[in-house]
């Protein structure tokens, strides 16, 4: 059972435009979510998160919205930059339990 | 900030024999580590949770005897892939935590392939 759904597994995008990632999730028991960037044969680095009590989260380029009621999580990049170009992975957990991660999408920013 | 050394970041053995992947907290302490494996273009699949002086717990699917964790202090968890196959070669990835939400810091990785 896929508890975290990210159902795009690539997405383009033209420079200086905004990016938009969606994730959506089944276990309403969740009070955390986050956002990981990967590049190829690196490990996931931790990008932004959000608590289960707030529906929005700022920081720099990048804002994480969060719908309880739809069980559903976006994260935005403005404006889009070539170096944004990786795997994106939401993720969430509950509690002190174990982090469980989408399936990723893929990004890439066009000069 | 919390950083996560893993180590080695790649790696190449032949079949049949054990490979050791080490991950240590560098400025913390981890009670608890995480062992996750990649698939090519797939999501990150936890293996086994690495808890301090005690047993890990693994998830449904994952062999024990194959993929023995040791996590002998607070500050270092192993894995160690015995018996290796091709069907090993994967990308394994180590994390920590070293608080609540955000507090998952993940290691660089470890490219492993057998031949």
């Known amino acids: 059972d896929q508890q975290v759904k990210q159902n795009s597994p690539s997405l383009s995008v033209q420079e200086g435009r905004i990016s938009i990632l969606n994730c959506d999730y089944t276990?309403?028991?969740?009070?955390?979510f986050l956002w990981y960037k990967k590049y190829p044969a690196e490990g996931p680095t931790f990008l932004i998160s959000?608590?289960?009590?707030?529906d929005k989260n700022e920081d720099g380029r990048f804002t994480v919205f969060l719908n309880k009621s739809a069980k559903h999580l976006s994260l935005h990049i403005v404006p889009s930059q070539p170096g944004d170009s990786a795997v994106y992975f939401c993720a969430a957990h509950q509690g002190a339990q174990k982090l469980v991660f989408g399936q990723g999408t893929r990004l890439t920013i066009n000069p | 900030g919390a950083v996560v050394s893993q180590h080695p970041s790649r790696v190449i053995c032949k079949s049949g024999t054990s490979v050791k992947i080490e991950c240590r907290s560098l400025d913390f302490q981890a009670t608890t580590m995480f062992w996750y494996r990649q698939f090519p273009k797939k999501s990150l699949m936890l293996m086994a949770t690495s808890n301090e002086g005690s047993k890990a717990t693994y998830e449904q699917g994952v062999e024990k005897d194959k993929f023995l964790i040791n996590h002998a202090s607070l500050t270092l968890s192993t894995l160690t892939v015995t018996s290796a196959h091709p069907e090993d070669s994967s990308f394994y990835i180590c994390?920590?935590?070293?608080?609540?939400?955000?507090?998952?810091?993940f290691g660089s990785g470890t490219r492993l392939t057998v031949v």
């Open positions: 994390s920590a935590n070293t608080g609540v939400g955000y507090g998952y810091t």
């Open positions: 959000i608590s289960s009590i707030k």
């Open positions: 276990n309403s028991m969740f009070d955390y």
